[in-house]
């Protein structure tokens, strides 16, 4: 009995040992797929002087890059395109947002999706129409009409919404 209580504890040490290691290294080169470290071989020189949870970030971008399909390619080319052209101020702002978004309970994030979603459905001429509409608002009046939207009920909402829709012509 304390034979195998000893020999449990000794592998027991030993896996949490390994974790820990391995933990604190993070992802080595050579754990990589190769198509994984052809992707990532400008980081290969210094790979092991990054943290590990931006090799691990690395990782599976790279990884998530090899299962898209060409048209997602390019469009993810097009998206770090217009990332690289922001400016520090900009990308700033969008973390920060991205941040709060991520703060919110699931089921707003949620919400927020599908209206985003409605939005992309849109003929392009009515997201244009809608965004300079939202644009040529006063500062003030924007921030204004956002807490008032944040104080309504889901009902008084959903009252906005078919309201805004029929004026829209799509009810």
Request: charged residues 40%; hydrophobic residues 35%.
């Given at each position: ?29 050579n754990e990589m797929k190769p198509g994984e470290q052809q992707l990532l071989k400008p980081f290969e020189n210094k ?23 060409p048209a997602e390619r390019q469009d993810a080319k097009e998206r770090f395109k217009r990332w690289r052209n922001l ?85």
């Open positions: 009995m304390k034979s195998r209580l000893l020999r449990i504890s000794v592998v027991t040490v030993g896996l949490l040992f390994a974790v820990v290691v391995h933990g604190e290294d993070g992802l080595r080169w790979w092991d002087s990054l943290p590990p949870e931006r090799r691990e970030a690395l990782q599976r971008g790279a990884a998530r890059w090899q299962h898209m399909s400016t520090p101020e900009q990308r700033d702002a969008i973390k920060q947002r991205f941040r709060e978004f991520r703060r919110l309970p699931l089921a707003e994030q949620e919400k927020i999706r599908e209206r985003f979603r409605w939005f992309q459905g849109l003929p392009l001429e009515q997201r244009e129409a809608l965004r300079n509409k939202w644009r040529s608002l006063p500062p003030e009046e924007r921030k204004d009409i956002r807490q008032r939207w944040r104080n309504m009920t889901p009902e008084e909402r959903r009252s906005v919404r078919r309201k805004l829709r029929s004026e829209q012509g799509q009810e």
